[in-house]
């Protein structure tokens, strides 16, 4: 069975640090890959996602993520986090057929102190 | 912007007792999905529907559970004998592609049973 794992529960960081989220998954087919974050009181929104091509993707506010399909990895990366980043991260993946679901990591917690 | 809106917000339940969760999806979109997120654990799927029939479930979602799109805009899910167990944050999503399109997420329903 597909699985996705986060390996950081919690991260904690000062304002300017730069930030790295391990993702990796099992499949060994061709995969669609997406990093997902929830605000506090919010909803689930994208952030980035992977299909074909370049493997560093750029997403929204700044972040990043390399596929290296070597290691089966999806890391998520910003060089210099804000307080507003203050979210739960979600990495997903689906294989690439229509009309499969989306597999989500259990999440990362980031807690930005200003 | 367009987006997912879910109701109620907050349900509380006796045990045993039937629920639904209703969701609107985006108007244009094809896919519809429940997630669900026990507190402290991962985003899990339980079922995605397309073309008015269940299309991919997973072994979360048995008997007690059903989902409708009982007219042109709601998609419910129904807990039929909630157990102490379905307390959790209930998804809904949609998109326009299913497996290679982006997932848009309601803000969630929280169920608790007692």
Redesign the interface.
């Known amino acids: 069975a597909q699985s996705v794992s986060q390996h950081n529960h919690h991260v904690i960081l000062s304002e300017a640090a730069s930030l790295e989220l391990g993702c990796n998954y099992s499949y060994g087919g061709t995969v669609?890959l997406?990093w997902?974050v929830q605000y506090p009181g919010?909803?689930?929104?994208?952030l980035l996602?992977y299909?074909s091509g370049d493997p560093l993707v750029k997403g929204i506010k700044g972040f990043e993520a390399e596929f290296i399909k070597s290691k089966f990895s999806f890391n998520l990366r910003k060089p210099s986090v804000q307080w507003s980043d203050t979210a739960e991260y979600?990495c997903a993946v689906?294989?690439?057929?229509?009309?499969?679901?989306?597999?989500?990591?259990?999440?990362t917690t980031l807690s930005v102190s200003s | 912007e367009p987006?997912?809106t879910q109701t109620p917000s907050h349900q509380v339940t006796q045990m045993g007792q039937e629920v639904i969760l209703r969701c609107v999806p985006i108007s244009n979109h094809l896919?519809f999905?429940w997630?669900r997120q026990i507190l402290g654990?991962?985003?899990?799927?339980l079922v995605?529907f397309?073309n008015n029939e269940i299309?991919?479930k997973?072994e979360i979602f048995d008997d007690q559970f059903s989902v409708e799109r009982p007219d042109g805009s709601n998609f419910t899910l129904k807990i039929r004998s909630t157990k102490l167990e379905d307390s959790a944050m209930y998804?809904c999503?949609s998109s326009l592609?299913?497996?290679?399109g982006?997932?848009f997420?309601?803000?969630?329903s929280r169920l608790t049973v007692l």
């Open positions: 669609n997406f997902y919010q909803h689930l929104q994208l996602k299909f979600f689906t294989p690439q057929q229509a009309g499969t679901a989306l597999i989500f990591g259990k999440g | 987006e997912v896919y999905y997630y654990q991962k985003v899990e799927f995605s397309y299309s991919e997973s998804f999503a592609a299913g497996g290679t982006e997932l997420f309601g803000e969630g």
